[in-house]
Structures are given as C-alpha cells and as structure tokens.
C-alpha cells in the first residue's frame, strides 16, 4: 500500500507519495492560503488527488499546527489561525471520503527522525521543535505516545521561571517564553538595543554582549531539557526547528545539559536532526 504525507505549514502545503519501501514517487508543494480554512481544505483535497491519480490503495496522514483535542476534536493552538476550534479531521474525511490520521508537527518530527532519520537505530527519542515555538514529541518503539490527555512531549510549556514572563498560553514563565527564536530575539534587543535576527546575532560572537545573551540562553536551554532527560530518560534527543542550526548548541549545550541531569553518569545523545525541514511530510506519511 502507499501512503500519502500531507504537512500543513504556515506558508506552504507540501504532499509526498511513497511507495511500500518507503520510497519518495512523488512531492508537491503549493502555497498555503493561511487566513481561509475553506481554501486550505480545498488545497489539501487538490493535494491528495493528484498524489493519488494513479494509486488508489493509501493510506493518508496529515500534518499540522497545532493539536487535535483528545476532549472536543477541535484544532487547538495553532499559529494558523483560521484553523483553531475547527473540526479539521473530520473536514476532510468528509471532503476526500477517507480515514485520516492527523498529528502536530513535534509528533510528525520525532516519527520521520525515529523512522527515517538520524535516531533510526533508538528505540526512544525525544524529539525537540525549537523555532518561532518550542514542542516536542515522543516516539517509544516506532510508536507516537501521546500520553492521558494528548500533551506528552510539550515541553515548551513547562514552568521554567516560576512568575517569569507572560506566554500565549496563559501561564507565565514557559520554556516558549524564554528559548523560542522570537524570545531570544527579544532579549537580545533588551541587552543590546539592536533589532536582529537570531541567525545575524550568532554570526557575530565578538559583540560585546554576545557572552551573556548565549550564557542566558545556555543556562536556559540546560535546565530545559535537563528536566525531561531526570523525567522521561530517552535514548537520544534529536532538535528541530530554527535553532537546530546553532552550533554551540551541541557542545556547551550538550555539556550544561549533561551536567545538570539527577545522575552521576549521563550520556544522552542530543543530535542535529538529519531530514531537515523535510521531517513533517515524511512524519505525516508514517502515521499509518
């Protein structure tokens, strides 16, 4: 049987076919109408049937921001907006007369790196999402858990500072709050008054301020996942996401983490991801 991956992103909608090998027959892209749900219903239906012209036996799995809720079947904290308190599952089941499996992109992630990626060989991975957000996702023996109420993996809302800053989500001092490209963004124009990009203020360590925001960042970073490893002990780590590109992560980061986890021997591996910002179409193949 084939299968069908669809990763509904921000800006693009991207659709791949693969065979039972889990070989790539086919990929599309087309541009994601972001502020009508109607259309994006309408794109991904145009999707599926030219990937499945000729291949009538698949199965089909979707990829999007933010989480169906286990309580209400609803889209729910998403950064595309037109999709939150939508029934989008059940949409397009009835739009493409099919079963769907349908999973955020932290879950689809950690599936393709578990699956396909740079943690094939572990049997559970810890998959990480650090970008305009912070989300993980959990893959024990090539299986999604997803945990009592559908949360398991999020991280990026644990309390890291307790009474720290305001998030989206209500609380204050989430991980989000503090280690999420625009955060640090914020704090880097808080220490120094420049208006940067992440990527422009990494290429430039002689700044005169440049060891205390990456110290900040570090401390926060470590504690972070320090956190999940005394929790949940996976065999590997794997980071996605923006922030994935920053080296420094994966030497201080990995030996602050280290020495901050509750044991007197610790060797978790934290690897750059290998499937790039290709992990949500393969993830979303993978969820039959």
């Known amino acids: 049987m084939y299968r ?38 309408k794109n ?13 036996d ?8 933010g989480t169906l809720s286990k309580k209400t079947g609803l889209i729910k904290n998403s950064n595309t907006q037109c999709l939150i308190g939508k029934p989008l599952k059940e949409d397009l089941e009835t ?18 790196e578990a699956t396909l990626g740079i ?13 305009t957000g912070v989300g993980g996702g959990i893959v024990i ?19 890291l500072h307790q009474n720290g800053k305001n998030c989206y989500c209500g609380k204050k001092g989430c991980v989000e709050s503090y280690i999420s490209g625009p955060a640090l ?23 005169l301020q440049f060891n205390n925001w990456k110290n900040t960042f570090l401390e926060n970073f470590s504690t972070s996942l320090a956190n999940v490893i005394d929790v949940i002990d996976p065999d590997v780590i794997v980071l ?21 986890v509750f044991s007197d021997f610790v060797d978790t591996p934290i690897l750059k991801n290998s499937l790039g910002d290709s992990a949500g179409v393969f993830g979303a193949a993978l969820l039959n």
């Open 95 to 112: 739009v493409l007369g099919k079963k769907i499996s349908i999973e955020n992109d932290a879950n689809c992630f950690a599936i393709s």
């Open 240 to 260: 996605g996401g923006g922030l994935s590109n920053i080296e420094f992560l994966y030497s201080d980061g990995i030996k602050r983490v280290h020495e901050k």
């Open 58 to 65: 698949y199965s089909l799995g979707i990829c999007t921001p």
């Open 4 to 41: 069908i991956g669809i990763d509904l992103g921000g800006t693009k909608t991207e659709g791949i076919l693969l065979d039972n090998s889990l070989k790539t027959q086919e990929r599309k892209r087309l541009p994601t109408p972001r502020h009508s749900y109607n259309e994006i219903l």
């Open 119 to 131: 943690a094939k060989n572990h049997s559970f991975v810890f998959g990480v999402i650090m970008g």
């Open 185 to 207: 963004e914020q704090e880097w124009k808080k220490m120094t008054g420049k208006n940067q990009t992440l990527s422009e203020i990494v290429k430039n360590p002689e700044d």
């Open 141 to 159: 023996d090539g299986k999604i858990h997803h945990g009592r109420t559908n949360i398991a993996g999020e991280w990026g809302h644990q309390t």
């Open 44 to 56: 991904i239906q145009n999707l599926v049937n030219e990937l499945s012209k000729d291949h009538k």
